[in-house]
Every structure is written in C-alpha cells, then in structure tokens.
C-alpha cells in the first residue's frame, strides 16, 4: 500500500513512523484559520469535567463547515474554523460555533468557557484523552503532558511561499508580545492568584521546543535543515514538536501565531485574528525586510512583560530599542493598518480591540470581580457565562 502524505505526517505525530515535514503548500496571502481551545465544565460546580468525548460525538453529527476534535486532556475541546478573508466571516462564523458548542455542552450536562487556564483545577486529575498522539505526549513529557490543561488560541495566516512564511514569521514574532497582552485572561492557576494576567503564557516554556524559530533561519531550505537536523537526534519528529511562539504550519500553507490565551468571548477572538492577518499582509507588501540584527534580544522581556501586566505592560520596540505602553503601540498600529486595510469590516475589529484595552483587559475584568469578593468557582462561573452571551452586532453585549 502506498503511503499518502497525510498517512506519513499522522504516523510522525504520533510517534509511530519516521520523522516528517511535508512540503509547503502554498496559500493565498490573507486568508487565516483561528482555533480556540475551549474549557468543559461542570455546570454546578464549574470544575472542569472530562464530557469531552460526548460532546464531540453530538458535533459529529452536524453538518458544518469548522470541526471539532479533542485536545490532550478529556476536559479540553478544539474548534477550528473553515478558511476565513476577513472579519465579518470570521465573527460570523465563531458565533455558530460558539452557539453549537453550548448547546452540544448543555445536552451532556457541562457549560464551556473561554480564558488561558481554570482557576483552581489540578493538573494531577486530568485525564489524557485516548488517542495515540497524547499518550505518545504522555510517555514523552511525563506529567507536563497534564500540566498542559491550558487553553489557547491559535491563529494561521496563509503565505505564499514557504520562504515568506519565514520572513513574515520573524517579523510576527516581534510582536507577538501584544497578543499576550490583549488576550491575557489567566490570573489564576491551580487555586491561587498567579500575579500574572496570563499565568498560562508560564507553562508552554517547560516544553524543550519552546521559545521562538532560531533568527538565522532565513529560508524554508534553512529551517527544513534545522529539522533534519534535529529529528537525526530524536529530538523533534512533526511539526507539531516545535512548541515555537509563531511557527511555520506547512501541510496548511500558513504561519501559525500560537501565544494567546482563548479569549473570553469568541468575538474577541475574531478580531484578534484579523489584526494579526493586517500585520502579516503589511509586511508582506515589504518584500526582502528582515527584522534588525539581534533584534530579538529583547523579545524574552517583552513576553514576561506582556504575561505578567497584560494590556498595562510596556514594549520595547525591538528595531529602535524605545520602551512605550502596549495600549499606544496596539492603537499606533490599528490606526495604520485600518487606512491600508481592505477588509471593509477591519474598522468593527478594531472597535472590540478597543474594548480589550479597557479596566485591564479581560484579566482586569477577572480580577475585578476577585477584588469584589468572588472566589475561584465564582470566577469559573463568571468566565462561562461570559462565554455564554450572544454577540450583538460584533460586539460583546453590555
């Protein structure tokens, strides 16, 4: 039987064939995919439960244009939009799944939440979800596999070439530190107030493929002999083993940014993705433009920055080394993009952009509610239910 290349990648990631990277295939410039992990929780208690597999099942049975799958833990679920050109695509469609996916939920007995990380599960208590990827995650990573129960937005931009998807993907990655920012939405973990906006941003770097694409990487051939390099010693068989804040994603055709925590309400989620998609065209439009020479030096700061003050953080512009607030260099660059912008609903993101600049962010929104006297199952609740609520007109409701 001959082996397809889809057979070959699924065998790499489970651990179970021979390293594989599979060719790049192209895509049109602008066109994105977001994906969100969502947390399954228990209704009465709004502990996460492990109904997963369930709801899943009730989803298969839909006709749709997005999917569903299970992530790593039973109480995790993946939703992933068809490909999207614009904002009032991606809002419409991440209602419908916002929609579906409660109602699936609230046929197994759990409600479904957005934010980076539960605020009081534990980790030793998840449940790997049985398929062979996680378990081969699981041997590998021992309990990091657990510890992973966090909750993430991914979003894909297509690229034309995969020596583009390179060089946009460096210039993504210095500013990937405002999307932390924005979308922080994890002040708690296993119980107790982190002190950070996005205490999930702290758990992907125990992973050893963490960090970002080394900077000398300048074409796709190069990154290719990076990987070969690496899986000859065992140390990465898929893609799927680089844990990189921004990576190439070359069975889709896209550049991946994979540093936002899941936001607290889908729309939110809709216009994050587009502000990455202006990004990315603008920088294309700037053929051979690299990032400055050792201009990711401070890119580590800036992270920590973004993950511990959120929307409050300040950014040090890595090309000319000038520290300013998240919020005037978010607004700087919404301005600049929405007048070369050919998404004629790209105004309406930046409009919910705003909204997450606001008290704090979604953080601050939580965090409000703690200081007011709210514990963690309060706080669970308060997540769900603003996940709950229908959007009105793009926007989140009053």
């Known amino acids: 039987m001959t082996t397809t290349i889809d057979d070959a990648q699924a ?5 179970q064939g021979p390293a594989f990277l599979p060719p790049f295939a192209r895509s049109q410039l602008g066109t994105m995919g977001i994906e969100l992990e969502l947390m399954v929780l228990d209704r009465l208690t709004h502990d996460l439960l492990p109904a997963a597999p369930d709801i899943l099942l009730l989803l298969d049975r839909q006709e749709k244009d997005w999917v569903a ?6 109480s995790m ?6 490909v999207l050109t614009g904002f009032r695509a991606a809002a419409g469609q991440l209602e419908e799944i916002r929609t579906s996916v409660q109602h699936a939920a609230f046929a197994v007995g759990a409600a479904i939440s957005g934010g980076g990380a539960h605020p009081f599960q534990k980790w030793n ?6 398929k062979d990827r996680y378990r081969e995650s699981a041997r590998k990573y021992g ?14 931009i297509g690229m034309p070439s995969a020596d583009e ?13 405002l999307f932390i920012a924005l979308s922080a939405s994890s002040p708690c973990w296993q119980g107790e107030d982190s002190g950070f906006c996005s205490a999930r941003s702290n758990v992907v770097g125990a992973f050893p493929m963490s960090g970002t694409m080394p900077p000398d990487i300048r074409s796709w051939d190069q990154f290719a002999a990076h990987f070969a390099r690496l899986a000859a010693h065992g140390i990465v068989n898929s893609i799927k083993d680089f844990y990189w804040d921004v990576r190439p994603k070359p069975e889709y055709g896209t550049i991946e940014l994979r540093v936002l925590d899941t936001p607290l309400h889908p729309s939110h989620a809709a216009a994050l993705a587009c502000y990455a998609r202006e990004l990315c065209i603008e920088v294309a439009a700037q053929p051979g433009t690299w990032p ?7 890119y580590t700061w800036n992270r920590f920055n973004a993950a511990k003050d959120g929307v409050h953080a300040s950014w040090i512009d890595p090309e000319s080394g000038i520290a300013r607030p998240v919020e005037q260099v978010v607004r700087a660059d919404l301005a600049r993009l929405a007048a070369r912008s050919e998404d004629p609903d790209f105004p309406a993101a ?7 600049l606001r008290d704090g962010g979604q953080a601050g929104w939580l965090n409000a509610h703690m200081a007011a006297g709210a514990g963690m199952n309060d706080l669970a609740r308060v997540a769900a239910e603003m996940f709950d609520a229908p959007a009105r007109n793009g926007s989140m409701p009053g």
């Open 11 to 15: 065998r790499a990631v489970a651990g």
């Open 69 to 74: 799958t299970p992530e790593i833990t039973t």
């Open 77 to 82: 679920l993946e939703v992933a939009t068809s």
């Open 125 to 130: 208590e998840q449940r790997i979800y049985p």
């Open 143 to 156: 309990y990091l596999a657990k510890m992973f129960t966090v909750f993430g937005m991914h979003v894909h």
């Open 165 to 177: 998807a390179v060089r946009v993907g460096a210039w993504l990655t210095q500013r990937a530190p």
């Open 292 to 298: 400055a020479e050792g201009s990711r030096d401070v």
């Open 350 to 356: 930046c409009v919910l952009i705003d909204e997450l």
